[in-house]
């Protein structure tokens, strides 16, 4: 946790000397940018990491692969019907 709050202290510092360095701006940017996405995955690693009891488990909806008949199109015109 301490270093992604360096990670976004180094990313504050840089748009700070993209402000002051126009010249460099665009380095400094990509710097900050680098950092900040550097600081996103610390912390996501680190939130992946805490198995606290208060965190709701997740679980994702399993769908059908048959088809669905909500779906089915009505005939087309000349009675034919829609490969798909």
Known sequence: MK???????LEAECRQR???????????????????????????????GSDTPDTPEIKLAQWSHERDERRVMDPLPDGRRSPW
């Open 18 to 48: 993209a402000l002051s360095e126009p010249d460099k701006k665009w380095y400094w940017l990509a710097q900050a940018a680098k950092y900040q996405v550097q600081a996103s995955q610390k912390l996501a690693f680190h939130s992946e």
């Open 3 to 9: 270093e992604a709050i360096r990670l976004r202290e």
